[in-house]
Protein backbone atom coordinates (compact mmCIF):
# COMPACT_ATOMS: atom_id res chain seq x y z
CA UNK A 1 0.00 0.00 0.00
CA UNK A 2 1.25 3.65 -0.70
CA UNK A 3 1.71 5.93 1.64
CA UNK A 4 -1.42 8.15 -0.59
CA UNK A 5 -3.70 5.08 0.02
CA UNK A 6 -2.70 4.61 3.82
CA UNK A 7 -3.21 8.39 4.55
CA UNK A 8 -6.46 8.14 2.61
CA UNK A 9 -7.48 5.07 4.78
CA UNK A 10 -6.48 7.41 7.74
CA UNK A 11 -8.40 10.40 6.09
CA UNK A 12 -11.74 8.18 5.55
CA UNK A 13 -10.88 7.17 9.31
CA UNK A 14 -10.81 10.63 10.66
CA UNK A 15 -13.50 12.07 8.96
CA UNK A 16 -15.94 9.93 10.77
CA UNK A 17 -14.57 10.79 14.45
CA UNK A 18 -16.85 11.65 17.04
CA UNK A 19 -14.17 11.79 20.03
CA UNK A 20 -14.96 15.50 20.95
CA UNK A 21 -17.63 17.61 20.30
CA UNK A 22 -15.78 19.29 17.51
CA UNK A 23 -17.37 17.40 15.41
CA UNK A 24 -20.67 18.69 15.30
CA UNK A 25 -19.68 22.10 14.17
CA UNK A 26 -17.65 20.84 11.28
CA UNK A 27 -18.47 21.52 8.08
CA UNK A 28 -15.33 19.59 6.93
CA UNK A 29 -11.93 17.19 8.23
CA UNK A 30 -9.52 19.48 7.42
CA UNK A 31 -7.14 16.33 7.05
CA UNK A 32 -3.89 17.90 5.64
CA UNK A 33 -2.46 18.73 2.09
CA UNK A 34 1.19 17.68 0.17
CA UNK A 35 3.65 15.35 -0.83
CA UNK A 36 2.85 11.93 1.29
CA UNK A 37 6.55 10.93 0.69
CA UNK A 38 7.49 14.52 2.02
CA UNK A 39 10.74 14.46 4.15
CA UNK A 40 9.51 17.77 5.52
CA UNK A 41 5.94 18.15 7.71
CA UNK A 42 5.23 21.35 9.05
CA UNK A 43 2.17 21.41 11.80
CA UNK A 44 -0.18 23.64 12.87
CA UNK A 45 -2.71 24.10 15.79
CA UNK A 46 -6.13 23.69 14.17
CA UNK A 47 -7.81 25.11 11.50
CA UNK A 48 -9.74 27.84 10.74
CA UNK A 49 -13.22 29.19 8.88
CA UNK A 50 -12.04 28.79 5.11
CA UNK A 51 -10.13 25.28 5.92
CA UNK A 52 -13.68 24.35 7.50
CA UNK A 53 -14.80 25.46 4.81
CA UNK A 54 -12.41 23.71 1.63
CA UNK A 55 -11.07 20.61 4.07
CA UNK A 56 -7.84 21.83 3.60
CA UNK A 57 -5.17 23.39 5.85
CA UNK A 58 -3.98 26.91 5.63
CA UNK A 59 -5.95 28.13 2.75
CA UNK A 60 -7.10 31.27 3.99
CA UNK A 61 -5.24 34.39 4.41
CA UNK A 62 -2.58 32.95 6.73
CA UNK A 63 -2.14 30.27 4.53
CA UNK A 64 -1.64 32.70 1.52
CA UNK A 65 0.77 34.34 3.65
CA UNK A 66 2.59 31.09 4.67
CA UNK A 67 2.67 30.45 0.63
CA UNK A 68 4.35 34.19 0.04
CA UNK A 69 7.06 33.48 3.06
CA UNK A 70 7.77 29.70 1.17
CA UNK A 71 8.06 31.57 -2.11
CA UNK A 72 10.37 34.12 -0.55
CA UNK A 73 12.53 31.11 1.10
CA UNK A 74 12.41 29.14 -1.92
CA UNK A 75 10.56 25.70 -0.31
CA UNK A 76 8.50 23.78 -2.93
CA UNK A 77 5.12 22.78 -2.06
CA UNK A 78 6.08 19.82 -4.08
CA UNK A 79 8.28 18.75 -1.23
CA UNK A 80 6.18 19.25 1.93
CA UNK A 81 3.48 17.89 3.64
CA UNK A 82 1.43 20.49 5.62
CA UNK A 83 -1.15 19.67 8.43
CA UNK A 84 -2.65 20.17 12.13
CA UNK A 85 -2.98 19.30 15.27
CA UNK A 86 -6.86 19.33 15.19
CA UNK A 87 -8.57 18.12 12.12
CA UNK A 88 -11.30 19.81 13.21
CA UNK A 89 -12.30 23.97 13.48
CA UNK A 90 -12.90 25.45 17.29
CA UNK A 91 -15.46 27.32 17.79
CA UNK A 92 -14.57 31.51 16.48
CA UNK A 93 -10.91 29.81 16.24
CA UNK A 94 -10.45 29.53 19.62
CA UNK A 95 -7.37 27.57 21.01
CA UNK A 96 -7.81 23.91 20.87
CA UNK A 97 -8.67 23.00 24.52
CA UNK A 98 -6.10 20.38 26.14
CA UNK A 99 -8.85 17.45 25.93
CA UNK A 100 -9.55 17.95 21.81
CA UNK A 101 -5.58 18.04 21.34
CA UNK A 102 -5.77 14.32 23.07
CA UNK A 103 -8.32 13.52 21.34
CA UNK A 104 -7.06 14.22 17.66
CA UNK A 105 -3.33 13.72 18.72
CA UNK A 106 -2.91 10.07 16.99
CA UNK A 107 -4.21 10.92 13.80
CA UNK A 108 -1.07 13.54 13.33
CA UNK A 109 0.89 10.55 15.18
CA UNK A 110 -0.02 8.26 12.36
CA UNK A 111 0.31 11.08 9.96
CA UNK A 112 4.04 11.10 10.41
CA UNK A 113 4.36 7.43 10.88
CA UNK A 114 3.23 6.91 7.48
CA UNK A 115 4.94 9.55 6.14
CA UNK A 116 8.09 9.18 8.21
CA UNK A 117 9.28 13.14 7.59
CA UNK A 118 12.95 13.58 9.04
CA UNK A 119 11.80 17.03 9.84
CA UNK A 120 8.98 19.07 11.53
CA UNK A 121 8.51 22.50 11.19
CA UNK A 122 5.79 23.81 14.07
CA UNK A 123 3.60 26.62 12.88
CA UNK A 124 3.19 28.87 16.31
CA UNK A 125 3.49 28.50 20.37
CA UNK A 126 0.62 25.76 20.42
CA UNK A 127 2.12 23.41 17.84
CA UNK A 128 5.64 23.65 19.87
CA UNK A 129 4.24 23.15 22.57
CA UNK A 130 2.68 19.88 22.17
CA UNK A 131 5.37 18.89 19.44
CA UNK A 132 8.48 20.27 21.04
CA UNK A 133 7.99 20.83 24.64
CA UNK A 134 5.12 22.03 26.82
CA UNK A 135 7.50 24.83 28.27
CA UNK A 136 8.44 26.44 24.28
CA UNK A 137 8.86 29.82 24.23
CA UNK A 138 7.98 30.54 20.67
CA UNK A 139 9.56 34.54 20.79
CA UNK A 140 12.60 33.35 22.45
CA UNK A 141 12.58 29.92 21.12
CA UNK A 142 11.76 29.97 17.43
CA UNK A 143 14.33 28.84 14.92
CA UNK A 144 16.31 26.71 16.93
CA UNK A 145 16.72 23.02 16.50
CA UNK A 146 15.81 20.12 18.31
CA UNK A 147 16.28 16.01 17.46
CA UNK A 148 14.01 14.11 18.96
CA UNK A 149 14.94 10.41 18.13
CA UNK A 150 15.15 10.25 14.30
CA UNK A 151 13.14 14.20 13.85
CA UNK A 152 14.88 16.69 13.66
CA UNK A 153 12.15 19.68 15.44
CA UNK A 154 11.80 23.67 14.77
CA UNK A 155 9.36 25.97 15.20
CA UNK A 156 8.27 29.32 13.67
CA UNK A 157 5.97 32.00 14.51
CA UNK A 158 2.30 30.85 13.27
CA UNK A 159 1.12 33.11 9.91
CA UNK A 160 -2.00 33.94 11.65
CA UNK A 161 0.15 36.32 14.26
CA UNK A 162 2.29 37.85 11.65
CA UNK A 163 -1.18 38.96 10.10
CA UNK A 164 -1.82 40.89 13.07
CA UNK A 165 2.15 41.80 13.77
CA UNK A 166 4.18 42.38 10.43
CA UNK A 167 7.09 43.45 12.93
CA UNK A 168 8.19 39.84 13.07
CA UNK A 169 7.95 39.28 9.10
CA UNK A 170 11.72 39.79 9.14
CA UNK A 171 12.36 36.93 11.54
CA UNK A 172 9.68 34.51 10.26
CA UNK A 173 11.46 34.90 6.69
CA UNK A 174 14.90 34.80 8.29
CA UNK A 175 13.56 30.97 9.85
CA UNK A 176 12.19 29.78 6.76
CA UNK A 177 15.38 30.59 4.77
CA UNK A 178 17.56 28.72 7.67
CA UNK A 179 14.76 25.57 7.22
CA UNK A 180 15.44 26.16 3.50
CA UNK A 181 19.46 25.67 3.91
CA UNK A 182 18.67 22.76 6.33
CA UNK A 183 16.28 21.19 3.91
CA UNK A 184 18.89 21.12 1.39
CA UNK A 185 21.79 20.37 3.64
CA UNK A 186 20.34 17.11 4.69
CA UNK A 187 18.85 16.71 1.25
CA UNK A 188 15.22 16.09 2.59
CA UNK A 189 13.85 16.21 -1.59
CA UNK A 190 11.81 14.24 -2.67
Not at 74 to 88: F, Q, V
Not at 145 to 151: A, H, M, S
Request: aromatic residues 6%; hydrophobic residues 35%; charged residues 30%.
Amino acid sequence: MTNEEKLKELYDKCKKCTKCELHNTRTNCVFGKGNPNARVMFVGEAPGENEDLQGYPFVGRAGKLLDRFFVAAGISHDNIYIANILKCRPPKNRDPLPSEEECCIEYLREQVRIIKPYMIVCLGRIAAQVIIDPNYRITKEHGTWVQKGDLLLTAVYHPALLLRDPRKNEEMLKDLVAIKEKIDEMDLKV
